[in-house]
Structures are given as C-alpha cells and as structure tokens.
C-alpha cells in the first residue's frame, strides 16, 4: 500500500531523514519506534507532503512527489499530528463534521460517525463543547475521530499517547486496533514501545535518521540487545 | 448530528427574518431625518463588517486595507453613471464584483504571507489605493467626483428628500451579507475556512485548500465591500479618495465585527449598532471641537471588550441563553 525509497529530509541544513526506505501492507498496523530526534515525526509528516523530501514515496502504485498535502488526505492518507491540533474554539461536533467535509460527495460523508461513537462514547457525551475544554485524552480521541471522519486507507498516528492519564493510553491503543479490524492501514509513531510493539503486526527502527532494523513487532520486542542499542531501555 | 445542526440552523434563519422584518417597519414611525440616517449608516456598515468578518472573522484574514475595495465600487459604479449613464442600481453590481476582483489580485501575493505580515501587507495595498486614486486625474484626483441627480429613481439610486428608500437598499445590502455569511457558516467552505483560521497544517492534513480557501473568502468579502461602496457614493453623492479610500475607513470597516464578535453571525450587526450610533451622535454633539472624539470612543470600547469579553458583544447573548437553560 505504501513503498518509500530512499526518503531524506532535512531541516535548515540539518539532516532528519537520510536515506529511509520502507513498505506497509495494506490492514497492518506498523510501528516506528526510536529515540527523541530519531526523525519518526518528520517520517509522518514527510508522507502527509507536510515537509519537503527527497526520495520516493508511493501510495497505492501513485507517486506522492509534488503533490500538495490536501490532495494526499484527499487520496486517503491522514495524519494525526504530534499535540492533536484539534481546531481549539469549534465544539466536538464541528471538529468532526471539518474531517466529513474533507470528502467530495455528499453520500455517506457521515458514515464513519457512528464507528467514531463506538470506539469513544465520551465524544458523543460533549458534543457541544469546544475541543479546548476537553482533557488530555479526549482531545486524542476527537483527533483520532476527526481524522476516521475522512475515511482514510492509511491512518499515521504521531505519539498517541503523549500528554495522556495511563489509564486512557490503553482505550486509545484497544482503539487503534479496532480502527485497524475495520480496514484502516494504520502507521504508528508511539514512545510507549511496549504497548506499541504490542499492537503492532511489524516495526521499523529509526535512529538519527536511518532504518537500523526491522521486522515483525514481536521480535523486535523479544529482541533485548535491539532494545538496548536502538531504544535506548 | 446533522438534525441538530439543522435545528440549530432553521433557528438562525427565523432570527434573521424576524430581525429583518423588524428594520422594515423601524423607520416608518421615524419622521426625524438625523434618526433615519443614523439607521441608513448604521445599516451600511453592518453589511459592510459582515463582509470583511467573511474573510477576517471565518477564514482568520485579517485585512486592514478593505477601504481599497470599499472605494473601487464606489468609483466604479459612480464613473459608469457619470461617463456612461450606467444604472447604479445595476453598476453597483459592477462595483462589487470589482471590489471581488481586486480582492483576488492583491490576494494572490499576499495571501503566501500569514498572520500579521498578511494584515501589514493589506495597509500597504490600501495606501497604494488611496496614492493611486489621489493623482489619477481620470476618477478626478483629490477633487473627487460628484454624482450628478437625475431625480428621484430606483434605477438611479437617487431619492433628494426621502430617507426611505435608502434604508430599504442598506437594509437588502445588510440582509444579502448576513445571508451569505449563514449559507458559509453551514457550508463545506464555511468549515474549511474556519479550519484555515485555526490551524493550517491541520486543515491540509484534512484535505482542504488552504489558499484556494483564502481567495474564495477574499472574493466574497470584496464583493460585498465593493457593493456597499456603490451604495454609499449614490447616498452621500460625492466621493473623493479621502472619504472611501483613506486607511481609517479600512479600520472603521473592520471594527464592528471586533467589537460585536468575529466569526460570528450576529457580531458585526450587533458591533456596528452599537458603534455607528455612538459614532454619529458624538460627532453631531461635540462638532468640530470633538473631532477624533468618536475614534478615541471606538478604541475605548474595544479595550473594555477586549478586556472582559474578548469574544466580542455577541458572546454576552451566548450568556444569557445559557443562563436561562441552566434556570
């Protein structure tokens, strides 16, 4: 579903991607774990046509080269970027309905809805308020809900967990799976390596840049010297 | 959801039309000219805010150089009656769909600036407006232009001693914006403007054009700005480039949605009914001596919403409604 060839990117000179090549299958969930500064964000948002690449990214036999960020979401990849960026002064609702409206057609725009509902019932419970009062967690859920609301092949979830009570990482991440059993090729950039590797079919380790290692999740988590080079535990 | 919205937005609708039906009768009791004109501008500039909320308050552009707009429609539909003997009711028309088209081009550079560079870059485009209008002996430089009366007619937008009419186009003018901004407000491009207002890489993660976005939101605010400078050369039948050009009409445009609430429907009506009447009544009472009084008023009452309700006047109806839900 996703083939990436030698993938650099660089900020101000300084190098974050060098050379990364990588492929997900379509219904995987793939894992990218890597120390702070490994380049895993700058991964995502150089799919999401959200920083400038060199390489090759091909998703679903097309080229993402010069294509404009909205036209990648509009091919289906969604990015649910570090800190959420949620739209702070629209309620939930109007949240949702912005990810709906990123579709063309007006029929089953908002079919994903009640999926959303399922996966998180807080959401439907704050409707009305805007996504600036709500916690840690339930701003992720309305991120994650936002971006189902596209109907997207390929969800890129960067840090799902950050900023939130552990007792809610576990929906999230039972959430991510469920995503998954419905279709959705999921991506996930995730600091909690266990809980990651976890729910994870295959992995990819980054480190300054560059692949280091892959293979299936569970290996890797087995894996105590990788662990110990590359992550750092 | 979609039932509730819809509720929601049915509930809007019937606000407008009783509001709208409300200033139809409101000047009949009036005989007083001064009370009938401060209606007439009051209106004018409710239009007027609302166009420049379209692109300042949903889609988070701030221009400070809509007075550019503003005196493109009144010039170009005064020229085409003068020189042409164009209907104004017809060339005001022409006038906003110029003021749209200039809205686009100074868009189109300034539009790949953000947040304040964007605002700075729109006070230059005004100035170079106003320079360009003020040497241009073909629109009649500083001396302005005077629209000749032709007697009393519709087409013509000229009425010598009634009030009236004029209150009827200001108040179609006003309406046509605030149903504009209702049909963007619930629209797929109202939500997309809105997202480009609070963070655009989140808005392209979603899909939307985010420049596409800025020019549609510019195109239709300067329509709408051009419109109403159309209206207001026919009304005052003068014009020169220091009463529709000058950069304090670009402020004076934009200060009743700040003060009533941007992104808002009802903010720029409720901002310029409280602004346009304190405005003109300080003017008429202190005259020449109070000059600059009505501005000094204006950013007093900016400071003291700003400070208590930043989301502008509007938000205080918000307040009360959920008040008398809580009781």
């Given amino acids: 579903m996703l083939r990436i060839e030698g993938l650099s990117a660089a900020y101000r000179g300084l190098k974050a991607l060098q050379g990364v090549s990588m492929e997900v299958r379509k219904g995987e969930i793939v894992a990218v774990v890597g120390a702070n500064g490994a380049g895993k964000s700058t991964l995502l948002k150089s799919i999401a046509g959200q920083v400038a690449t060199e390489g090759e990214i091909v998703f679903d036999g097309a080229s993402l080269r010069r294509v404009a960020a909205h036209d990648i979401a509009r091919r289906g990849v969604c990015l649910v970027p570090e800190g959420r960026r949620l739209f702070p002064r629209l309620s939930v609702e109007d949240n949702l309905r912005l990810g709906a409206y990123a579709r063309r057609g007006e029929a089953n725009r908002f079919k994903p809805l009640d999926f959303v509902f399922t996966l998180f019932p807080r959401l439907k419970e704050r409707l009305g308020q805007r996504a600036e009062t709500l916690s840690g967690g339930e701003q992720q859920m309305l991120a994650i809900g936002r971006a189902l609301m596209t109907q997207p092949r390929l969800l890129m979830l960067d840090e799902p967990s950050q900023g939130i009570m552990p007792r809610l990482v576990d929906d999230i991440l039972a959430a991510i799976t469920r995503i998954r059993d419905t279709g959705v090729t999921v991506l996930l950039v995730e600091q909690r390596l266990a809980e990651a590797l976890e729910i994870s079919d295959r992995a990819y380790v980054l480190q300054t840049g560059r692949v280091v290692m892959s293979g299936a999740a569970a290996d890797i988590a087995a894996d105590s010297a990788v662990r110990q080079a590359y992550l750092g535990l | ?321 959920e008040r008398a839900r809580a009781a």
């Fill in chain 2, 1 to 321: 959801m979609e039932n509730g919205i819809l509720a929601r937005r049915r509930r809007e609708l019937i606000t407008g039309a009783v509001v709208l039906a409300a200033l139809a009768v409101l000047p009949l009791p009036i005989a007083d000219v001064y009370t009938r004109n401060l209606i007439i501008i009051t209106l004018l500039f409710a239009g007027l805010a609302q166009a420049w909320n379209i692109l300042g308050g949903y889609c988070g552009q701030i221009s400070l150089g809509h007075a550019l707009y503003f005196g493109a429609g009144a010039y170009v539909a005064t020229l085409l009656f003068v020189n042409a003997g164009f209907p104004p009711l017809i060339g005001m028309f022409v006038g906003g769909a110029v003021g749209g088209l200039l809205a686009l081009l100074v868009g189109w550079p300034c539009f790949r600036l953000s947040g304040h560079y964007y605002a700075i870059a729109t006070v230059v485009v005004g100035e170079i407006g106003y320079l360009l209008f003020l040497n241009w002996d073909y629109v009649g430089g500083a001396t302005g232009v005077y629209v000749p009366f032709k007697g009393d007619s519709w087409l013509a937008l000229q009425f010598k001693t009634q009030k009236l009419p004029y209150h009827y186009v200001t108040l179609a003018f006003a309406a046509a914006a605030w149903f504009a901004a209702w049909l963007i407000e619930g629209s797929r491009w109202g939500f997309a403007w809105r997202a480009v207002r609070d963070d655009v890489v989140a808005a392209r993660s979603l899909g939307v054009r985010v420049f596409a976005s800025k020019m549609a939101a510019a195109a239709i605010s300067g329509f709408f700005t051009g419109l109403g400078g159309a209206i207001f050369a026919q009304y005052v039948g003068y014009i020169d480039p220091e009463s529709v050009l000058g950069g304090q009409f670009s402020i004076l445009i934009a200060l009743p949605a700040v003060l009533g609430g941007v992104g808002t429907l009802w903010g720029p009506v409720v901002g310029a009914a409280v602004l346009m009447p304190v405005s003109e009544l300080s003017r008429s009472y202190l005259g020449g001596s109070g000059r600059g009084f009505d501005l000094m008023l204006y950013g007093a009452l900016i400071v003291v919403v700003a400070l208590a309700r930043p989301q502008g006047l509007v938000s205080l109806l918000g307040r009360r409604r």
